[in-house]
């Protein structure tokens, strides 16, 4: 079928859309749309989108990037939380027949029910201009669900990116980064700067790709480390020993976890900001059942 152009994400054409349907943009929804073919271009790209997938976007707003993974998947679903958005559709959406949008709060709806059922024994591809204010909780639930999920491209705060990208011993090095570096190998795809959106947001952003993993590193209890990597990070200037013999939740002596550091190889007074996901895991199994 012949696609009525120009898409959205020429600025023309956006501008056009809001004022015809008298759209008022809802900060508290984070709504910035993206006004730059080259970005959307980008943010497809970096999904690798193939005709045989499943696309989970999240939050489509007036549909710009909808329309460019409409043209590359087999199908896509949206979830969206505002339904003033419905009418907009009707005409941005009417080119594509494999795309559906369900009005709802992303962090209300059974993704797990949703992906069964429009994805039965296929794992999907989440693409998706994520909303600010929830970009932590929503990658989180993504990942912690365990969703049949081949990888997640969003555009997030670069700032937030920083930090899910970074190694050890680099500043932006923290609990966010191993939270999702246990589930996730990733990548920053792009930088993209406040004037690709409309309106501006007073932040840079960038899109990262989080692939799942398939075999996530040994530990025996995986809580117990997420407990741990939050403890290690929980006063930013503490050695690793002073953090967690401090932690509460954590409730270990300064002997045993000297005792464990030794055991690794590692000094007493190291930090955490200098250690791996791996030498968490490790850390982790020495002090399983100690507490
Ligand atoms: N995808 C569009 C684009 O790139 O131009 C819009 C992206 S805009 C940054 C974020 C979108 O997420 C908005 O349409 C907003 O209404 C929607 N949104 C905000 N909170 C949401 C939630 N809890 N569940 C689903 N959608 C949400």
Not at 125 to 140: C, E, F, Q, S
């Amino acid at each position: 079928m012949e696609k009525a152009r120009p898409w959205l994400g020429d600025p023309k054409r956006t501008v056009e859309i809001l004022q015809k349907y008298g759209f008022r943009f809802r900060k508290k929804f984070g709504q910035n749309f993206l006004i730059d073919p080259r970005v959307l271009e980008k943010i497809t790209a970096a999904a690798d989108i193939t005709e045989e997938d499943v696309v989970l976007e999240i939050g489509p707003g007036i549909g710009t990037l909808t329309q460019y993974l409409a043209e590359k998947a087999k199908e896509v679903i949206c979830i969206e939380i505002d339904n003033s958005l419905m009418e907009i559709h009707e005409e941005t959406l009417a080119d594509w027949d494999n795309i559906t949008v369900l009005f709802d709060d992303v962090m209300k709806v059974d993704l797990a029910a949703l992906l069964a059922e429009k994805s039965p024994g296929r794992r999907v591809k989440v693409a998706a201009n994520l909303p600010y204010y929830i970009t932590t909780p929503v990658i989180m639930a993504l990942l912690e669900q365990e969703l049949p999920l081949e990888s997640v491209t969003v555009m997030i705060q670069k700032e937030v990116a920083e930090r899910i990208a970074a190694q050890p011993g680099n500043k932006n090095y923290g609990a966010l980064t191993l939270a999702v570096q246990y589930y996730a190998d990733v990548y920053l795809a792009a930088n993209v700067p406040p004037n690709c959106f409309i309106p501006r947001p007073d932040v840079s952003s960038a899109v990262i790709r989080m692939d799942l993993k398939k075999d996530k590193i040994p530990v025996k209890d995986p809580g117990r480390m997420k407990q741990i990597i939050r403890a290690a990070f929980s006063k930013r200037r503490k050695t690793l020993v002073n953090c967690l013999r401090s932690d509460e939740g954590a409730g270990f002596s300064r002997e045993q976890v000297e005792a464990a550091l030794a055991a690794l190889g590692l000094p007493a007074d190291v930090r955490g900001e200098t250690l791996s996901l791996e030498q968490f895991a490790a850390l982790s199994d020495l002090l399983d059942g100690q507490a």
